[in-house]
């Protein structure tokens, strides 16, 4: 049996708001899956999603929230996993670009920056979740990327305006971490059946390989390009994916 529109999304908004506030994700999908055979029985007998979760689907997404323990071993690596693959594209590039020397500045900023991200993903997510409207994901979403990016060309800017101390790596060992960290990734997504971001790693360096060594295109527009690609199949894989998780779910 497919479930309506209304229940579908609130299983949806239900299991995001539940993982943005660290909830064991095990935990979670059983409460999913066990809301998931109330609402069919409901529809089944011509019952609305409210006839579940009361007047405010909202309210009752908190309410299950607060029933359940924060996990910080789920929560540590869910942001270890997206702190991993966002530094990946950093570390690569610097890698691709023969630079084996971190400043100390650049570092601590990156990190800086990146836990303020997942900080105000979360926020957003959860706050997602919990809308009744129409929600402009794309514009929100796009924003908050695109300040993301623009405060990562901040710190690369001032960290080539500040002199700061400095970490060096010999060749080899910047080449066994950027293998190790390539090897992560790919074990992560083959665990998660998620391939998003060894695509999108794919698709950011393969055309500068490609433009740098084939057509000797300078560093900069090479680095644009790449870019633009990835974030173009990122942004359809995402979109692909939120509707085939939709599609999932409406499925009985």
């Known amino acids: 049996m497919t479930l309506s529109t209304e229940s579908t999304r609130f299983l949806e908004d239900l299991k995001v708001y539940l993982l943005a506030s660290g909830k064991n994700e095990l935990a979670t999908n059983e409460i999913v899956k066990e809301l998931e055979d109330h609402l069919i029985e409901a529809e089944a007998d011509g019952k609305s999603v409210r006839a579940i979760t009361g007047d405010s689907p909202a309210d009752y997404i908190q309410s299950i929230s607060k029933e359940m323990a924060f996990d910080p071993k789920e929560a540590f690596w869910i942001v270890l996993q997206v702190f991993l693959g966002a530094s990946s594209f950093l570390y690569l590039q610097n890698l691709l670009n023969g630079t084996t020397t971190f400043s100390i500045l650049l570092v601590g900023g990156f990190l800086l920056i990146s836990a303020v991200y997942l900080t105000t993903l979360a926020f957003l997510f959860r706050q997602d979740a919990l809308r009744d409207g129409a929600r402009p994901l794309i514009m929100r979403y796009g924003i908050h990327g695109s300040i993301h990016f623009l405060l990562i060309i901040g710190l690369l800017i001032v960290n080539g305006l500040v002199d700061s101390p400095k970490i060096t790596l010999s060749p080899s060992v910047s080449w066994m971490i950027g293998a190790l960290l390539i090897l992560w990734i790919l074990v992560t997504a083959w665990k998660t059946k998620t391939w998003i971001l060894p695509s999108a790693l794919l698709v950011y360096f393969v055309p500068q390989i490609i433009l740098r060594s084939v057509f000797d295109w300078s560093e900069l527009t090479s680095v644009?390009?790449?870019?633009?690609?990835?974030?173009?199949?990122?942004?359809?894989?995402?979109?692909?994916?939120?509707?085939?998780?939709?599609?999932?779910?409406?499925?009985?």
């Open 224 to 252: 644009l390009v790449g870019y633009a690609v990835a974030a173009i199949t990122m942004t359809v894989a995402f979109i692909r994916e939120s509707k085939q998780d939709q599609s999932n779910v409406s499925k009985h």
